[in-house]
């Protein structure tokens, strides 16, 4: 599940980008955060990020290669954990996913 998100930072950040990642807990849950900087992100579309075989911008498709099902899998391993996953992007230029277990 960590790999599948560096993995999406890394192919979706922006030229000389950068990734942050967090590990915390707070109370019985584990809260694991990863924010890179990225392209312009459609704030509307976030949701869609966790549907299989979508993909934000058809041009990465050649760029980054892959299928898109990376975020995909993340949202099953984080449901058959019984936990929640969300993306949130701020400003349109930075993306945030936050996984709560």
Sequence with gaps: ???????????????????????KTSGKNKIITVWNTTDQIEKGKLDMLFERFYRMDASHNSKTGGFGIGLSVVYAIVKAHKGKISAKSEDGKSILFTVVL
Excluded at 1 to 23: F, H, P, V
């Design 1 to 23: 599940m960590i790999s599948l998100l560096l993995d999406n930072a890394m192919k979706y950040s922006s030229e000389q980008g950068i990734i942050r990642i967090a590990l």
